[in-house]
């Protein structure tokens, strides 16, 4: 998951749908991926997140499986921390390694209240005249690429509305800065090998590079024109967050996506505070 993504008690019943009156708080997601191009498969992850009353750890690692490993073997894992204020996530540190047989990189971040304080990318990033330099200015209000992916929906009612899609995620990787544009496309169903099985919100997927990109590649080319994309949004049990269950984009190569195979997610109850305490 994460090698595809550089550029990631079960529900019972059909859905569970949490609206402002749960009694619930907190929860947990343990999800596995698989990653296909054009059928065929190219890598798998592993997604982990606890998010409780104060704090939230989200942590992924991935590897290349099938056919991919017959021309390199490659390795991922990035993990994001920080605190939880009314619901909301606030990244304090991000931290991302991938290692292939040719080469590794390595990414390492300190944020405060949406601003990169300190970061480290290993190795450096390749002198070239036409890139567009990454300034101060650059890593103020943005988030890590783990956390982007964990978004809350505004308000206190469904979950499933056009609100889990319609925003804009600005994103500092260590390396590049770039805004990824969601919007509303439709609701849809999924069912898990194991794990969820409900509604997901489709929400298409647009790329803009701010700074550190080099406009001329192909590839940023490529990406900039894509308006194929798309990404499926489930919850995370006893909270107000949604995160990709399926991700999708053509490429010259065929049919890129990323899916869930397996998806369990629990809602947590809220630690008891003194107040609570005295009243029970």
Not at 32 to 48: D, E, H, I, M, P
Not at 197 to 215: D, E, K, L, R
Request: with cysteine.
């Amino acid at each position: 998951m994460v090698l595809a993504g550089a550029s990631l008690g079960t529900f019972l019943g059909a859905e569970l749908v949490y609206g402002g009156s749960a009694a619930w708080t907190q929860g947990s997601l343990d999800a596995q991926y698989q990653v296909t191009l054009g059928g065929v498969s190219f890598g798998k992850g592993a997604w982990r997140i606890q998010v409780s009353d104060d704090h939230f750890t989200a942590s992924v690692n991935g590897t290349t499986t099938g056919v991919m490993r017959l021309f390199t073997t490659g390795r991922g894992a990035s993990v994001s921390r920080g605190s939880v204020t009314r619901g909301a996530l606030h990244a304090s540190s991000y931290s991302s390694s991938i290692a292939t047989d040719k080469k590794y990189d390595e990414v390492r971040m300190q944020l405060s209240s949406g601003s990169v304080k300190d970061y480290m990318a290993e190795p450096p990033t390749t002198p070239d005249p036409q890139r567009v330099p990454v300034k101060d200015v650059h890593r103020r209000n943005v988030v890590d690429p783990m956390t982007a992916a964990i978004m809350r929906v505004p308000g206190t009612g469904d979950t499933f509305v056009p609100q889990a899609c319609n925003r804009k995620l600005s994103v500092f990787d260590g390396r590049m800065r770039y805004d990824l544009q969601l919007a509303y496309k439709r609701l849809d169903r999924v069912k898990s090998q194991r794990g969820y099985q409900g509604t997901v919100v489709v929400c298409s997927v647009t790329f803009a590079p701010i700074a550190g990109h080099v406009p001329s590649r192909p590839a940023i080319k490529y990406l900039v024109q894509l308006r194929e994309a798309e990404m499926w949004l489930a919850p995370i049990a006893g909270t107000r967050l949604m995160v990709p269950y399926r991700i999708s984009l053509p490429t010259p190569l065929g049919q890129g996506v990323l899916q869930a195979t397996q998806f369990l997610t629990v809602p947590r109850s809220p630690r008891p505070t003194p107040t609570s305490a005295r009243s029970q």
